[in-house]
């Protein structure tokens, strides 16, 4: 009888193991369908609606540079002051912006490429944050938050003024 009670124990031994294997490659496998599944959730609600896809112009009225405890910035005993300028977004499909930044005082001119992300969709404003390098030194990120009924909005980038954009297709 004991060697029965043995091989009985081995088999059941077995089987805990064979199932608890099956039990996590099925677990393995769920976690992967539930990641694609989300993935492809964030990709559905990632995409801008054509309506607001374009050219968002607005201008930045010249400031005070800020440190990053909101102080103006000091260099050899005076703030340093930034220019005006022309920004012109363009937002394009699959998530692409491009930005002109125009310098108003001497004209000059800066290309930034990047892309942008929805980071709130209400029923009459969407915030979109675009992400942006010139592809050397600069790597801005500025929050366009629209109005839906006229394609209005702000503009926001760190430590400098916001300024007014609007659609203008």
């Known amino acids: 009888m004991r060697p029965s009670i043995f091989i009985q124990g081995i ?33 559905g609600t990632s ?9 968002y112009h607005g201008i930045q009225s010249s400031y005070f540079m800020k440190n990053q405890y909101g102080d103006d910035m000091i260099i050899a005993g005076n703030k340093v002051s930034v220019p005006s300028s022309d920004y012109k977004f363009l937002l394009k499909e699959n998530n692409v912006v491009s930005l002109q ?29 675009c992400s942006l390098s ?23 980038g760190k430590n400098e003024t916001e300024f007014t954009v609007e659609l203008n297709n």
Not at 102 to 109: I, Q
């Open 101 to 129: 930044q125009t310098n108003l005082e001497d004209n000059s001119r800066v290309f930034y490429d990047g892309t942008f992300k929805i980071l709130n969709d209400e029923a009459e404003t969407i915030k979109i944050e």
């Open 47 to 55: 995409q801008l609606s054509s309506d607001f896809l374009g050219n």
């Open 11 to 43: 088999l059941l031994t077995g089987l805990i193991a064979f199932t608890s294997c099956n039990n996590s490659g099925s677990n393995s496998n769920n976690a992967k369908e539930s990641e694609s599944v989300e993935q492809s959730i964030k990709t």
């Open 134 to 156: 010139d592809g050397k030194s600069s790597s801005p990120t500025y929050t366009l938050s629209l109005k839906k009924s006229d394609k209005k909005g702000i503009c926001t």
